[in-house]
């Protein structure tokens, strides 16, 4: 499970950030309630309709928040994408805008029958020769980006020499070419660079002079939206006052076409839409931002062929509803979100949640263990299996935060923590009194180590876990856990790959401080949306709502766990801040 990188455009975020108020919304949050939840259900189910019944009963979910899904499969794990956009999100928008509850809910509950996983689409031939139109494409501006870099070197070349780079041209035709355009753009980028820092070390006059030559350069590489980002960025003392008149002109189209790119790229898996982003891009932010644009695309296609979890999709309910294939970062996690990026979401994600597991009788008994625990407390021991890793490579990230999380925990709670930290598992039956539990990585093969106490949150990071909850002859994490009583877990129905989990050492300080559900703290914590990892329990429990185990004083003295309270409009004390929590 190799870590990823972001395929989004950077020049498209660098702008954005740049302060640019493009879509202010209303927003209304607070602490889940039973009126914000509705409760899906496959109508030719019987097992959906008892759990969902059984759950409004114990919960007071209003009647009118059951929503009811026909067409569907008596118990299908997966079902295609066509299926997924008729019977179930274009299903699920038209019941909520039908009763007036579109700004009402803020999460989701699948039950017993509604399917784990959304098909992919295939390698189609459509999605192949899109493919191979893409590669020719990149080869074209693999040639574009060699002759600005040539044309950056010569106006560099006649201007004062400080600290220099050297004239790098990028490899046309050798190697992948996706690896030889990211190359281009670095190359590009240096000799722009080298450029601009060469123009600011004239004198005033001859700065706007030789900035008049490197204007025309930069309209065609970088386009509108990328010189006022460089403007931004260093300043405007070499542009001379018939420029300006020209540059207000970049600013303006900007700022009438950028919404639209955000609106497209929200609806990137229309052929059509992908198309027209291409050309906003190279408009707005010239042959850079086609290329970045066509890499992005690359990775896009070559990801849509993949299944995704279908309570992943829901979450994008109201801003991709249709066919939403690959892996989008989630708006909500919380490294990233901030009030100035909340203000900017037109929709933010549904919470989603699953009531689900191996027989009818163990979800009701998941259910109503629930209940009773949320009102009595989980007092018990925080268990996390770390493998002993200590380098430098995304596993040895990972397993440095399960040790983070077991002594921020022990430092700042009043729970026990037991750390296992060598290549082997925790041993069987040796764990007495799991409340709490994160390890990793047995695939597919559940070890039961721990003895849990009725309501623990435990969660296992591996590939597979999650592939099924009905077939007894399955061995993953997810459908074991659930069977000896834990009421909260999550799991992948494919490859996730590890940057799709959540980080330990966010997610469980934020449930221990008895302030969030578990579907807000899931949320709040998973760093992925139309993906495939699923949470599985009742989005309402709290565990430890009335018997508080984090100290909230010294949780909200790192800004990252003081964003939560913010997201959700609760009080924070007034606490001295200091850094973060490394994540």
Same mark, same amino acid.
């Given at each position: ?289 086609? !290329? ?81 625990? +949320?009102? !009595? ?189 913010? +997201? ?16």
């Amino acid at each position: 499970m190799p870590q990823l990188s972001s395929g989004l455009s950077r020049i498209l975020l660098a702008f954005a950030a740049g302060g640019i108020s493009l879509l202010a919304m209303a927003r209304s949050t607070a602490a889940l309630t039973p009126q914000q939840v509705a409760v899906i259900i496959n109508d030719n189910n019987p097992n959906s309709w008892n759990i969902a019944r059984y759950y409004a009963q114990e919960r007071h979910i209003p009647k009118i928040n059951l929503i009811v899904l026909s067409g569907l499969p008596h118990d299908a794990v997966q079902i295609p994408v066509d299926m997924y956009d008729i019977h179930v999100s274009a299903a699920i928008r038209r019941i909520l805008r039908q009763r007036h509850l579109k700004k009402i809910i803020r999460c989701l509950v699948t039950t017993w029958g509604i399917p784990l996983r959304v098909a992919g689409m295939g390698t189609s031939p459509q999605i192949n020769l899109e493919i191979q139109q893409i590669q020719q494409g990149l080869h074209r501006q693999i040639v574009q980006l060699t002759r600005g870099i040539t044309q950056l070197n010569a106006l560099a070349a006649t201007l004062p020499v400080a600290n220099a780079v050297a004239k790098p041209v990028p490899p046309v035709g050798q190697g992948p070419v996706t690896q030889a355009a990211q190359l281009a753009l670095q190359h590009f980028g240096l000799a722009l660079n080298n450029a601009i820092h060469r123009v600011g070390l004239l004198p005033p006059v001859r700065r706007q002079t030789a900035f008049a030559k490197l204007l025309p350069i930069l309209a065609v590489y970088i386009g509108p939206g990328g010189v006022s980002q460089t403007i931004h960025i260093h300043g405007s003392s070499a542009v001379a006052q018939k420029d300006h008149h020209t540059l207000a002109a970049m600013h303006k189209d900007v700022q009438k076409d950028l919404p639209e790119i955000i609106r497209l790229s929200q609806r990137r898996y229309l052929e059509k839409n992908r198309l027209k982003l291409r050309q906003l891009q190279l408009k707005l932010f010239g042959v850079v931002g086609l !290329t970045r644009q066509l890499l992005s695309d690359t990775v896009y296609l070559q990801q849509k062929p993949s299944s995704t979890a279908l309570d992943s999709d829901l979450m994008t309910l109201w801003y991709q509803p249709d066919a939403a294939m690959g892996m989008e970062n989630n708006p909500m996690y919380m490294p990233n979100w901030t009030r100035s990026v909340g203000k900017l979401q037109k929709h933010i994600p549904l919470m989603v949640s699953r009531l689900d597991g191996t027989s009818p009788q163990m979800v009701r008994n998941m259910i109503r263990t629930s209940v009773r625990v +949320e009102k !009595t407390g989980l007092r018990g021991v925080a268990y996390f299996d770390a493998r002993g890793l200590h380098g430098q490579d995304p596993y040895s990230q990972y397993d440095r935060l399960l040790r983070r999380s077991a002594l921020f925990i022990l430092q700042n709670s009043s729970m026990p923590v037991a750390l296992q930290d060598t290549p082997a598992f925790f041993q069987a039956k040796n764990c007495p009194d799991e409340a709490i539990y994160c390890g990793w990585y047995s695939l597919e093969h559940y070890l039961p180590s721990c003895q849990w106490l009725p309501g623990s949150v435990a969660f296992h990071v591996a590939s597979f876990e999650l592939l099924s909850l009905h077939n007894p002859n399955y061995g993953g994490w997810c459908p074991h856990l659930l069977k000896h009583g834990v009421c909260g877990t999550l799991g992948a129905v494919a490859e996730p790959y590890l940057s799709a989990f959540p980080p330990p050492n966010l997610f469980f300080p934020l449930l221990l401080s008895g302030r969030f559900t578990q579907a807000q703290v899931y949320y709040l914590t998973c760093p992925l949306v139309d993906w495939r990892i699923a949470y599985v329990g009742d989005p309402l429990y709290n565990p430890f709502e009335h018997h508080h185990v984090m100290r909230l004083r010294r949780l909200l003295k790192y800004p990252i766990f003081r964003r939560a309270f913010e +997201e959700f409009n609760m009080p924070i004390p007034k606490v001295p801040a200091v850094k973060s929590p490394p994540h």
